[in-house]
């Protein structure tokens, strides 16, 4: 989930209240998020093409495409990419490359953009020197401005390695910036042309703050797999930044691959990665953004665009981004929000609704879309979230997460309400942290409305168990025995469980409401301790946990023991695998949250 809405627009406010703006807010790294003003947020915009020496992109670095790209594309970030080692590039001429990138940066400053100084090389490493020596020029010209943001090392081929070739490239012109300019972003590539950021995460750079990693996509080539690595990376701590992709192969050719741009959109949203379109130009290629013969000054019209440019524009027009609120109380727990009154949003409207109350609600909430919402909570615990939601049909689901997408805390199905202002009250309890914190509401399948959200204590126990199963009630099993039972509620027990014996309850599926955590409770009896097993869907996958049994005295000495694990929403059909036996078993539960 990411703070995207709105950037465009505040800006643009901004500039009709006052004749010049001091700055934008400072981008900053934290975990594996890009923060915007020190909140969690995206921008979206587009990258030049090659700034070489007559090449098809050197004649638009110019002030005036500059200012176009933000007043009709609502772009808040560009990029100038400055090609160093191809014919007519900085090392052939650095005067005439540097000249096209500054006339770029300067206008996206005066028009308070983004704009990332980009070193565009497949062999960045084998110039070291002369990177060092532009960086340090940049940063001393740029360096107390927010807007800029450096990237040292665009796409290494995929015979650079990571840990012989960039990453040490990368330490020492990281170095040199740091010590000019001690905190702007800082944007790093990696091998295999930008698409092995799970590569560098195995192996990232340290000592230095505010480093992301460049990701590069091209839809007509590109697809999950991918974002797998994309989603490794960030899952082992890397910041990424998508500073060049394209709806056509990785070729800049072909045509445009509509569907798989739209899944890695959401990917980039649901992620709050930020993103330049490649690439202004208009060679004949699929990748070019303009129609041949495109004015070199913007003022292009729909029709001068190619197939590629208009998806782009109306992807980058619908981003938006968002700088930090200007005011967002935390609210204490326990609480009714209103939905309306989100801190930061992305593609919701505000309606007025006729459910109790009156008021607004939120509508038009599409795949993709998030809100946000500033709570104080007052203690660790589990906790009831209430969703008062409206669907015309079936299908819809939204996703609680922390501001900035992780972690998530649970997801909630929505079913038809019979209208869009026909309410009903969607509700799961999930395990949350003491403490002042941004709650995210994302979209996962649109179609629904949203009134209010309301954050309550679950009571003591952390509810009530959603299924209490007594373990001899299996539908098939391999090496038990049943036996009768003196735990209360007396019934039969299962005994003579021995290493490889199995319980399958699949005859008794159990519905889960919606995707979280989850208590199961285990009553238990072993005369000495020792055995241990694991809780798994019967047929053995997967495997949830691994539990180990303590010596309760007795055959029929009962302990409830527990494990906390995450389950995703439907009907799961559970069993048992003794990996060392010892032990008698009388009943399981589930429990939402955290026991």
């Given at each position: 989930m990411s703070l995207r809405a709105g950037l465009a627009a505040a800006?643009?406010?901004?500039?009709?209240?006052?004749?010049?703006?001091?700055?934008?807010?400072?981008?900053?790294?934290?975990?594996?998020?890009?923060?915007?003003?020190?909140?969690?947020?995206?921008?979206?915009?587009?990258?030049?093409?090659?700034?070489?020496?007559?090449?098809?992109?050197?004649?638009?670095?110019?002030?005036?495409?500059?200012?176009?790209?933000?007043?009709?594309?609502?772009?808040?970030?560009?990029?100038?990419a400055m090609g160093v080692d191809e014919a007519g590039g900085y090392l052939q001429d650095p005067a005439a490359n540097k000249a096209r990138l500054k006339a770029v940066v300067d206008a996206a400053i005066a028009n308070d953009l983004y704009v990332i100084i980009d070193w565009h090389s497949h062999y960045a490493y084998q110039y070291q020197a002369q990177a060092i020596e532009f960086f340090q020029e940049m940063a001393r010209t740029y360096g107390k401005n927010n807007h800029v943001?450096?990237?040292?090392?665009?796409?290494?081929?995929?015979?650079?390695?990571?840990?012989?070739?960039?990453?040490p490239y990368a330490q020492a012109v990281i170095g040199?910036?740091?010590?000019?300019?001690?905190?702007?972003?800082?944007?790093?590539?990696?091998?295999?042309?930008?698409?092995?950021?799970?590569?560098?995460?195995?192996?990232?750079?340290?000592?230095?703050?505010?480093?992301?990693?460049?990701?590069?996509?091209?839809?007509?080539?590109?697809?999950?797999?991918?974002?797998?690595?994309?989603?490794?990376?960030?899952n082992n701590g890397l910041a990424l930044f998508v500073t060049e992709w394209g709806s056509v192969n990785a070729d800049g050719n072909g045509g445009v691959a509509t569907p798989e741009t739209n899944a890695w959109v959401a990917f980039m949203k649901a992620h709050n990665l930020s993103n330049a379109n490649w690439a202004l130009d208009d060679a004949p290629e699929g990748s070019a953004a303009l129609a041949s013969g495109a004015s070199s000054t913007g003022g292009w019209p729909e029709s001068g665009l190619t197939a590629s440019g208009k998806l782009a524009r109306s992807i980058v027009q619908g981003w938006g981004g968002t700088p930090p609120p200007t005011s967002c109380a935390n609210t204490a727990v326990p609480a009714t929000l209103q939905a309306?009154?989100?801190?930061?949003?992305?593609?919701?409207?505000?309606?007025?609704?006729t459910d109790a109350g009156g008021g607004s609600n939120l509508g038009y909430i599409d795949a993709g879309d998030w809100m946000t919402y500033a709570v104080d909570v007052p203690s660790d615990g589990n906790y009831r979230v209430s969703y008062r939601v409206a669907a015309a049909g079936n299908g819809a689901s939204l996703q609680l997460e922390q501001g900035g997408g992780t972690p998530v805390f649970g997801s909630v199905d929505i079913a038809s309400t019979?209208?869009?202002?026909?309410?009903?009250?969607?509700s799961h309890v999930i395990a949350l942290k003491a403490g002042k914190q941004v709650l995210g509401v994302s979209t996962k399948t649109g179609g629904f409305n949203l009134n209010w959200l309301q954050v309550e204590r679950a009571d003591s126990g952390?509810?009530?168990?959603?299924?209490?199963?007594?373990?001899?009630?299996?539908?098939?099993?391999?090496g038990v025995q049943t036996e009768a039972t003196t735990d209360s509620g007396g019934g039969q027990s299962v005994g003579y469980i021995d290493a490889g014996d199995w319980l399958s309850y699949a005859g008794t599926p159990i519905t889960v409401p919606s995707t979280g955590t989850y208590t199961i409770a285990f009553r238990v009896a072993s005369l000495n301790g020792g055995g241990w097993f694991s809780f798994e869907e019967a047929g053995g996958a997967p495997v949830y946990a691994t539990v180990s049994v303590p010596a309760t005295g007795g055959w029929q000495n009962w302990t409830t023991i527990k494990a906390t694990l995450t389950l995703t929403a439907g009907t799961h059909k559970f069993g048992f695998k003794s990996q060392t036996g010892g032990w008698n078993l009388n009943w399981f539960s589930v429990t939402p949250g955290v026991q």
């Open positions: 800006l643009l406010s901004m500039v009709a209240a006052s004749p010049a703006l001091a700055d934008v807010p400072a981008l900053s790294v934290r975990g594996n998020q890009v923060l915007v003003g020190g909140t969690p947020g995206s921008l979206s915009g587009v990258s030049y093409y090659w700034s070489n020496n007559g090449w098809p992109g050197a004649r638009f670095y110019n002030a005036s495409t500059v200012g176009w790209l933000k007043s009709d594309w609502k772009a808040t970030v560009v990029r100038a943001i450096y990237e040292i090392y665009n796409e290494p081929k995929n015979d650079a390695s990571w840990s012989g070739n960039v990453k040199a910036i740091r010590a000019i300019d001690p905190d702007n972003l800082i944007i790093v590539g990696s091998p295999n042309w930008s698409q092995d950021a799970d590569v560098a995460s195995r192996d990232p750079i340290t000592g230095y703050s505010n480093i992301a990693y460049t990701l590069h996509f091209y839809a007509g080539t590109h697809g999950q797999f991918l974002r797998d690595k994309a989603t490794t990376a960030m309306e009154r989100y801190c930061q949003m992305a593609g919701v409207q505000v309606e007025g609704t019979g209208g869009w202002q026909n309410w009903s009250t969607v952390g509810g009530a168990p959603i299924a209490t199963v007594k373990a001899s009630s299996f539908s098939q099993m391999s």
